[in-house]
Every structure is written in C-alpha cells, then in structure tokens.
C-alpha cells in the first residue's frame, strides 16, 4: 500500500468541482483543480407555465475541463468517481437524452407526492414508507417519473439514469444504477438492493429502464478515448457514494453511536449513520428518511431546507439592488456579501422570529424574504424588518430546526447524542455554528468543508487499495480527523444538553 491520487467529481446544487485527492495510509491531501458555478435554467414550456432544468451540458464542459486540469497535476491519476444532488435523472433512447434533467425545484411536482398531485395508484404515504424507509418528498424520483409518465414522455425512453449515473454513462459508455442514490428515488425496497416491483408497477415504470446496481467501490469502467486523451491516459471510473449526502457521510469524522452529523450546504441534512432502517410511522410522521449508505449503512436523516434560504434571499436582494434582474441567476462566488452580512446578523439584538424553515412556500426559488415575512405575519409573528435581522432569523430558525431534528433522532433511535459533526461549505458558517451548539445543547464539531468530495476521493482510494481494502469506514474516518482536526463549539452553559 503506496498511495496515490483519485479524482473526485463533486456537483452541489449551487456549485460543482473537481478535486484531487492524494491519498495514501496516513495521508489525505486535496487540492481544488476546478470549481464552477452550477445555475438552473428556467425555460418556456406548455401553456405558459416555465420548466426549470439543469444545465447538464454546461456542467459535462465544466467537468471534462476539471478533468482534464487534475490529468496535468498529476502523473499517477489511480481513478475517477462523481456524486451529485439527489434524485434528478435524464431519460434517454439508445444512448441519446430524449429531454433536459429537470431540476428537483422544477413545480411540476410542487405539493405532489403519494396522497396529492402525483397519483401511485392505491399506495398511500404509509405503504410508501413503510416499503421504502424514503420520507415523502414531493421531489423523489418515483414521482417525478409519474409526471413524465403523464406527460408522455416516459413512453419515449428506454433507459433513466440519475445524474451521476448519467455523467458515469458519458465518461465510460457504461450504464449503471449505483445504490446510494437509487435509495432516494424512493422505489428500492428498505434495506435491501432491490426494487419494489410493486411501486415500480404503480408509478408506470418498466423493469429494465434502469441499469443495473452496482454498489460503492466497484469499477463502472474506463473512460471513452476522446476524454482518455485529454487527460492524458485511460483511467478506471469507480463507483463511490454518488448521492453527495452519502459521500459527506463518509467524510464526517464521527466518533461513536453518541455522535450525529449535520451536511450543511443548500440543504441540511441532519441525522444518525445506523446499521438498520426504522420505518415506524412514527418516524415516518417525524419526517426521517432511510438512504443508503456506504457499505450497507443506513442514513437516517432529516432534509431541512438549509442554507437556500439564505442563498435565495441574497439572491433576491442583488435582484432589488439592480433594479430587476435574472431570476434563475445563481452565484457561487458571493461569500464577501455573505460575510459581511453575516458579520451584521451577528450585531443583531432585537429578538427575530423563528420560522418553520420546512414550509413548502419556501422550496421554489423567489422572493424569499417576502414569503419568509409573509409566513410570520400569517403567524402572528413580527417580520424581520432588515437584511440582518432577515440573515438572524434564517440562522436562528434553522438552528432551532436542528435542535427538534436532534431531539427526534434520539428519540426515534433510542441513542443519546452529544455531539454533532457539522461538515460542508455552511461549516463555515461561524454565527450559525454558535447557534447550532446553544439550541442543540451539543458539541459542535465542525469540518472538513469538503466532506463530500473526502468521501468520495476515500472510497476509490479504498477500491484502488491506496489505503488498505479491508479499511472500515471508522478507519477512513480516522484518516479524515488526523488530515483535518475538527473546530469545536461548547453550547453556552445555559444551553448545555442534560
Ligand atoms: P452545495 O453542495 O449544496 O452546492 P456547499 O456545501 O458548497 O453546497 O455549501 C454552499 C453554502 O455554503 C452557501 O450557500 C453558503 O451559505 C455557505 N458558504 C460558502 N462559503 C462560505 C463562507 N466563506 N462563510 C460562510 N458560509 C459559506
Ligand atoms: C443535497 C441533496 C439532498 C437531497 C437533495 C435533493 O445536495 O442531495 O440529500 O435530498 O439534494
């Protein structure tokens, strides 16, 4: 066992990139070789009604350019593996996209899923769950496919293939389904490595439109000549945790059973790695989904509208500041109106609401300050009155989001927890960090930001034998804590949880 490099392709909602990975059995180093920004498009569709996509061409340009940057910074290229968001997929015919990936926002399943909009026959929300562990997102791929069915459009494919998947297919002329991400279309039986037939019969899919499983840490194959080229030689592809929440998983440095972690970017996610699921209905009313893990793991966790809120909202008031504007504009590179804004949300004093961050009126993009002081007014709550105070109560209202998830979590698992791992680009966020730490009563330990793509770069490195293939994910884990010692935040001794 010598070491080497691994490239991790690592695509957020809000950004992509390209990271290097030097790894080796006491070694873990990265180094950035590409970012780029990953902005929805909103197009004109039927009836007048937009359809928000994915710039999935734009995101393949950027990521052979990245590609082909971390083949020039490196001789000993070992391997290559992408994750993504969740859940979105192309539909194609003998190899071409019959339509552009819609994005999980797009509102043509908004207030859908089993029991309104989007119909699955005669299986409830409780069937769902209970068959699948997969909490009810009106966004799971199960109901985004009964829309394409409905729309004729699924007629026309004869292959779906979630989005890592998708750029897999590109790079190696491989089709394959890896198993983190196909949890969360919310079609594979709980706890096993299969589909449900019966759900996949409900929602008009046939068997055979996805590939075949393949689970982290296989090969998926090598790359097709024209890319093998421009990196400069033919390099395997290996399948990791291509649902970015699993790979942050991996890179969480949890410590025990006592230990929760918190992926903070667009979205936070917030709960436990078990071994089994649990598809009570309690947990099931509590909002916890079941996804697959690395190594047959379970994430039990909560989606929480995360830092979106945030991101949108700035949005927002960029468009105000320029007297109009596009409003599918995304930006990546914001953080020195983010910092300053959340140096003034720091100053605040004046008491802010604390809002219901998991309101439905919050998932589309828009105007997110006035539907957050539409929410509270409709609530009986003052409105943030300013940009500051607007940042204070997003902060707020999703550290107290965190502290009823925490709770929920111990309660449902029967775990006592102490401490939360807080990983990803929000991990930097100190104010919001403190508040995480008063409302939970825990230990914040906060890093590595890069979690995701750590874990990524760690299961190829695994599969390559750069650190030894027998390595459990505890050891990884170790790796991660030595190469990036985590930040700690105590709660204030008021907070401090019994
Ligand atoms: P995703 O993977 O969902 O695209 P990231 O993990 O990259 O998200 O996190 C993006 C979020 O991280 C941004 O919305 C922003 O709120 C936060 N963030 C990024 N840089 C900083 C920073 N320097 N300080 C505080 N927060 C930051
Ligand atoms: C985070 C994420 C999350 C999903 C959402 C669609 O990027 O993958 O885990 O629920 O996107």
Redesign the pocket.
Same mark, same amino acid.
């Given at each position: 066992v010598t070491g080497g490099s691994v490239a991790a392709v690592d695509l @957020?909602?809000? *950004?992509g990139r390209v990271i290097l990975g030097q790894v080796g059995p006491s070694t873990l180093r990265l180094q950035h070789v590409a970012r780029f920004p990953?902005r929805p498009v909103a197009v004109p569709e039927a009836g007048g009604v937009e359809g928000l996509h994915w710039d999935i061409l734009g995101l393949w340009q950027a990521i052979g350019d990245g590609l082909a940057a971390a083949g020039r910074a490196t001789g000993d290229l070992a391997s290559i593996g992408v994750d993504s #968001?969740a859940v979105d997929y192309g539909l194609l015919r003998q190899g071409r996209l019959v339509g552009l990936p819609y994005h999980y926002r797009d509102e043509r399943t908004a207030g859908g899923g089993a029991g309104a909009g989007v119909s699955l026959s005669s299986l409830t929300e409780t069937d769902l769950y209970a068959r699948t562990g997969i909490a009810n997102l009106p966004f799971n791929t199960v109901f985004q496919l009964a829309a394409d069915r409905a729309a004729g459009t699924l007629d026309l494919a004869d292959r779906a293939l979630l989005v890592p998947d998708l750029i897999g297919r590109w790079l190696t002329g491989v089709d394959a389904t890896e198993l983190t991400n196909a949890s969360t279309t919310g079609m594979l039986a709980a706890g096993e490595e299969a589909w449900d037939a019966e759900i996949l019969a409900a929602a008009g899919v046939r068997a055979g439109l996805f590939a075949p499983f393949v689970p982290p840490g296989e090969a998926v194959g090598g790359l097709l000549r024209p890319l093998a080229s421009r990196v400069g030689r033919d390099v395997p592809v290996t399948a990791v945790g291509s649902h970015?929440t699993a790979s942050a998983v991996v890179g969480a440095p949890l410590l025990d059973d006592e230990s929760a972690y918190l992926s *903070? @970017?667009? #979205?936070s996610l917030l709960g436990l790695e078990l071994d089994r699921p649990i598809v009570s209905e309690e947990a099931r009313l509590a909002g916890f989904t079941n996804e697959g893990g690395v190594d047959s793991r379970v994430r039990f966790l909560k989606n929480i509208s995360g830092? #979106?809120l945030? *991101?949108e909202s700035i949005r927002a008031w960029d468009a105000q500041d320029a007297g109009g504007g596009d409003a599918t504009r995304t930006d990546a590179t914001r953080?020195s109106d983010?910092?300053s804004l959340?140096a003034a949300a720091a100053d605040v004093t004046a008491e802010v609401p604390v809002f219901d961050a998991a309101d439905d009126s919050f998932t589309a993009p828009g105007d997110m300050p006035a539907r957050i002081a539409a929410w509270c007014t409709s609530h009986g709550l003052r409105a943030p009155e300013s940009r500051p105070e607007f940042v204070r109560s997003i902060l707020e209202s999703l550290a107290a989001a965190y502290a009823a998830a925490l709770d929920e979590a111990s309660r449902l698992s029967g775990r006592r927890i102490r401490t939360l791992h807080v990983v $990803? @680009? $929000?991990s930097?966020?100190d104010l919001l960090c403190r508040l995480t730490a008063d409302r939970t009563g825990c230990t914040v330990l906060v890093g590595p930001v890069e979690a995701?793509a750590i874990g990524n770069v760690l299961v190829q490195a695994r599969a390559a034998g750069l650190v030894p293939r027998s390595s459990s994910l505890e050891s990884l884990r170790a790796l991660v804590r030595s190469a990036y010692p985590p930040r700690r935040y105590e709660p204030s001794p008021a907070a401090a949880r019994a």
């Open positions: @957020g909602a809000t *950004s990953n #968001w970015d *903070s @970017g667009t #979205w830092l #979106w945030l *991101s953080s983010l910092a959340l $990803g @680009g $929000g930097q966020n995701t």
